[in-house]
């Protein structure tokens, strides 16, 4: 079964806010480094992306007919998605474990597990 793995990240500190980035220790930021590419390399995982800001983001809606668009996510930044990676798993079990690595499941925000359908 394929999952993607959808990183919400919270409070999650990262390096594009230097500030809340520095709150962590030198240990923990390099374990967050070392984390991703350890999940990058674990058999049956597909990287995806790093997503830029949210306030970067354009969201697209049709209503009667017409193209709206709005800067900005829709959602709340507290639950924007950060990135996502795809993962061929035998069970939703390995996919919780792998979604339990990622940093931002264990630094404030969270880790959406969802399957993947085919048509």
């Given at each position: ?12 500190p ?58 900005g ?47």
């Amino acid at each position: 079964m394929r999952y993607l793995l959808l990183i919400h990240q919270g409070t999650t500190p990262t390096p594009r806010d230097p500030e809340a980035w520095a709150q962590l220790h030198e240990d923990e930021r390099n374990a967050v480094f070392a984390d991703y590419k350890a999940i990058n390399e674990t058999p049956g995982v597909t990287p995806g992306e790093q997503m830029d800001s949210p306030e970067t983001a354009t969201t697209v809606r049709v209503q009667d007919g017409r193209t709206l668009t709005t800067d900005g996510p829709f959602a709340e930044l507290k639950e924007a998605i950060g990135g996502y990676l795809f993962f061929e798993a035998d069970n939703l079990d390995a996919a919780i474990e792998l979604a339990a690595r990622v940093p931002a499941a264990r630094l404030g925000g969270a880790v959406e597990v969802r399957p993947i359908t085919q048509w």
